[in-house]
């Protein structure tokens, strides 16, 4: 039977793990941050502990058997329900939070493992998924720095500009995953005015030829192309 103390320890230990990752997260300002991803922990290590130890009184008991991985094998597949609140569905070709939701289900896992009492496992998982979420970006926007999120601003007139026109000129532009666009009220007096960002994965190239598209727009008086972070 598990003690007090090693019940709490697991538990902190739990907490601990998962706010090292909630960390990585929060500080790129996703919905999912450092206080979701220690209570999935910590309610992960706690499920293993009820899962195991639980049901003691009840042992011996005519036609009572117990499979300790019965609750914790069920956080693997409820936490899919948690993880699907994470991904947005910006288009339908244009998926984002599938990482935050992987990240979840990895911190999910590290709870049953702290749980369980292996803390090794857990530690150099939490070691391992952090180098995945911080240590590899930078390598990957190295490898692939042609791809960057490029941000483009344009300032229209509500009375001449066409979603219509827009739509008709991203579908000739050059493919790349849309992440966002969004329509909002120029900083000016001026209610006819409108600012519209759109947030795209293209190489520079790609981006020329987007901007240069988006100039013959009609009711578009401005546009730029920005670089911006993931």
Partial sequence: MITIQEMVIRLVVAAVLGSAVGLERERLDWAAGLRTHMLVCVGSALAVIISAFGFKDILGTANVTLDPSRIAAQVISGIGFLGAGTI?????????????????????????AIGAGLYVAGAVTTAIVLLILAGIKPLE?????????????????????SLTDLES???????GDFLSITVLPHLSSDTDVLEVRLRRAMSPVDGMSLLNGLRGCPGVSEVSLGETQQ
Avoid at 90 to 107: C, H, K, M, N, P
Avoid at 141 to 161: C, D, E, I, P, S
Avoid at 169 to 175: D, F, G, H, Q
């Fill in 88 to 112: 947005l569905f910006l288009r339908s070709e244009v998926v984002r939070g599938l990482t935050t939701a992987a990240g979840l289900w990895a911190v999910a896992a590290i709870g049953l």
């Fill in 141 to 161: 926007r190295r490898l692939f720095k042609n791809r960057g999120v490029r941000q483009l601003h344009m300032t229209v007139r509500r009375a001449l500009f």
């Fill in 169 to 175: 000129i991203l579908a000739r532009s050059p493919r």
